[in-house]
């Protein structure tokens, strides 16, 4: 199996910054898009950014010119770096990765992590 372990949330105050961590290991033949997601208290599921096996990156519109997303592929870790952070940035990050863990069929699940929590005070 395969699991996605997050660090990196806090509490912050609103204009500071984060940098949440993302580290997957266990039978991993290769990753391919790793992104973030966010969930707020009473909301859904949100995406935030994807960063793709080529290094190819989209942002949410919530997110462009304040977060910036990168990966290690040596390290099989991705990052999201967090700037000018506020109130409504507040909500548990997830981390997710599509990874191909059979060479011989290609099989690419997607994973998840159990999520970092950022709360961004006024």
């Known amino acids: 199996q395969v699991q996605l372990v997050e660090s990196g949330g806090g509490l912050v105050m609103a204009g500071g910054s984060l940098t949440l961590s993302c580290a997957a290991s266990?039978?991993?033949?290769?990753?391919?898009?790793m992104g973030w997601y966010r969930q707020a208290p009473g909301q859904q599921r949100e995406w935030v950014a994807t960063i793709g096996k080529y290094g190819n990156i989209e942002y949410a519109n919530s997110a462009k010119g304040r977060f910036t997303i990168s990966r290690d592929n040596a390290r099989n870790m991705v990052y999201l770096q967090m700037n000018s952070l506020k109130p409504e940035d507040t909500a548990a990050y997830y981390c997710n990765a599509e990874v191909v863990v059979d060479a011989i069929t290609s099989y690419t699940p997607h994973f998840w992590g159990r999520g970092t929590q950022v709360t961004v005070s006024s």
């Open positions: 266990g039978r991993i033949i290769r990753i391919d898009a």
